[in-house]
């Protein structure tokens, strides 16, 4: 099993960030359903005004090689152009479990 763990750091207003945030969850919270090499989702929308960074997404995904496949797979495509316009900055790693 691979861990995928991604940060987002975004741009715009703080109403502006949340409403993306949430629109990208509830995108993201859907994909187990639709792509079948990913075992579970989980998306969290930072609480904490003292930090900069907006929404962490952990994916379990079955192997390696099927990080690619769920990347560009047409529903995840379509999660990630909801932050297209706002994403400021992205951070990930990749590990086994």
């Known amino acids: 099993m691979i861990k995928h763990i991604v940060s987002f750091k975004l741009k715009g ?3 502006q960030r949340r409403e ?3 629109a990208f969850r509830d995108a993201l919270l859907a994909l187990p359903s639709v792509i079948d090499c990913l075992e579970s989702m989980e998306v969290g ?3 904490n005004p003292a ?4 929404i ?11 990080v690619a496949v769920y ?8 999660a990630a152009a909801i932050i297209a316009p706002v994403k400021d900055a992205r951070a990930c790693i990749d590990y086994s479990v």
Do not use: F, G, Y
């Not at 962490?56 to 099927?66: G, R, S, Y």
């Open 13 to 15: 207003s703080d109403a």
């Open 20 to 22: 993306a945030a949430q």
């Open 45 to 47: 929308i930072n609480e």
């Open 51 to 54: 930090e900069d960074w907006d």
């Open 56 to 66: 962490v997404l952990t994916a379990t995904i079955d192997k390696m090689e099927n």
């Open 71 to 78: 990347a560009t797979h047409p529903a995840h495509v379509a």
